[in-house]
């Protein structure tokens, strides 16, 4: 495995990583937390819609 498709298996791992905590009510009572967790996974989405 390259460099880049580490990079894109880290990616891809954090985005499903970052679903998993949204589907989890308890991250909704931190609103800095959702916050953080919902501009990141806007990041990923291209990369997320373009390789799965």
């Known amino acids: 495995m390259d460099l880049d498709d580490a990079l894109l298996h880290d990616l891809l791992t954090e ?11 308890a ?9 953080r ?7 990923l989405e ?3 819609a373009a390789y799965t």
């Open 46 to 48: 291209p990369i997320a």
């Open 15 to 25: 985005y499903r990583e970052l679903t998993t905590q949204l589907a989890d009510p």
């Open 37 to 43: 967790v919902n501009e990141r996974l806007i990041d």
């Open 27 to 35: 991250v909704y009572r931190h609103p800095a937390e959702s916050r």
